[in-house]
């Protein structure tokens, strides 16, 4: 009978556990969660803008996607986001290895921005509601070499220091 009671407390404690350390994406400007600051390796430190800028920042797996999360060492704040797992797929079906039109339909070049040594345009965001819920992710992309007006996408990012109008 006491080894049952012990038994089925163990249980609880275990699921409540569990239940706390569920990982998921954070959002930028959330509070970097514990099992993130856990998977950062040594002072690991990664640039999170063209000015140079460098977030301390861990890469994980969440959902059995890769990605890597910076944030701001005064704050805990998130700062940053990116993924380049060829395994997710934006709602629209966006993924890594994709092709988007960098002109309009009448060749007007779409407007963009360059990022990281990236191309990053409010027009090309998208989500992934099973994933990281309602934040909009920017494709990352590279102009294709053979055919100038499209851009293949390298990865998805997320960004307090990337400035687009949406």
């Not at 556990?17 to 040594?42: C, M």
Request: glycine content about 6%; charged content about 25%; aromatic content about 10%.
């Amino acid at each position: 009978m006491v080894h049952g009671l012990i038994s089925a407390l163990l249980l609880v404690l275990c699921a409540s556990q569990a239940v706390v350390q569920k990982e998921y994406v954070p959002q930028l400007g959330s509070k970097i969660p514990p099992y993130i600051l856990k998977a950062r390796t040594d002072s690991r430190r990664c640039l999170t803008d063209d000015a140079g800028h460098r977030d301390p920042c861990a890469s994980v797996a969440i959902q059995k996607k890769r990605f890597t999360i910076a944030w701001d060492a005064k704050t805990n704040e998130v700062t940053y986001l990116f993924t380049d797992d060829p395994d997710l797929v934006m709602d629209s079906e966006l993924g890594v290895g994709g092709s988007c039109r960098l002109v309009e339909q009448d060749g007007k070049p779409i407007e963009t921005f360059h990022y990281m040594g990236w191309l990053v345009t409010s027009v090309w965001t998208d989500m992934a509601k099973e994933v990281s819920g309602d934040a909009y992710w920017y494709a990352a992309l590279r102009r294709d070499a053979a055919h100038a007006d499209y851009g293949t996408i390298v990865g998805f990012v997320q960004s307090r220091y990337l400035k687009l109008v949406r």
